[in-house]
């Protein structure tokens, strides 16, 4: 296995993140890594009354979803230095999560490895929304681990552990 320097973990709030993040710390671990914990809050653009028609909205109503982001990867910062890992940063972005996830934060970090969970999304839902998973495969500059196991490598029933159906 190569010797990663910097890995980087994306987290929703879901419990296929949550199984990513474990995956995630037992590789900085294992490679005395550099962990990223990067929550993605979706802002894509809206229109308004510019003369482009298009733009971003004011991003003071995503606060109260960054505030609360923010907590949790505290938490989950904790958890990865109570295991052991001694390099742990956090960022919560507004954007898209598939292009942060599987390129910008990647390219601008050095990110050499990304983990991330496996959507679970019924066959309508990756049609209409598309898969994360599948997208930072596809794009990123770096190894990708899409986790389908628990922390014990058994499998794990994915719609138990996603959103609902779509």
């Known amino acids: 296995?190569?010797?990663?320097?910097?890995v980087l973990v994306g987290i929703d709030g879901s419990k296929?993140?949550?199984m990513a993040l474990e995956k995630a710390i037992s590789a900085a671990l294992q490679n005395n890594a550099k962990?990223?914990?990067l929550s993605v809050i979706n802002?894509?653009?809206f229109p308004n009354t510019s003369t482009v028609g298009y733009g971003f909205i004011d991003r003071s109503v995503y606060d109260g979803a960054v505030k609360?982001?923010?907590?949790?990867?505290?938490?989950?910062?904790?958890?990865?230095?109570d295991a052991g890992v001694t390099n742990v940063d956090l960022k919560v972005k507004i954007g898209n999560a598939k292009i942060e996830?599987?390129?910008?934060?990647?390219?601008?970090?050095?990110v050499d490895l990304i983990v991330v969970g496996a959507t679970g999304l019924n066959f309508i839902g990756r049609m209409i929304v598309g898969s994360t998973a599948s997208y930072v495969v596809r794009e990123s500059p770096c190894d990708v681990i899409v986790v389908k196991t628990d922390k014990e490598n058994k499998p794990v029933d994915?719609?138990?552990t996603t959103y609902p159906e779509i």
Do not use: C, I, T, W
């Open 35 to 37: 962990l990223s914990l």
């Open 16 to 18: 296929q993140s949550e």
């Open 1 to 6: 296995m190569s010797d990663y320097q910097h």
């Open 101 to 110: 996830l599987g390129s910008k934060f990647p390219e601008a970090n050095d």
């Open 43 to 45: 802002g894509e653009r």
């Open 68 to 81: 609360e982001m923010e907590k949790k990867l505290a938490h989950y910062q904790k958890q990865a230095e």
């Open 158 to 160: 994915l719609q138990k």
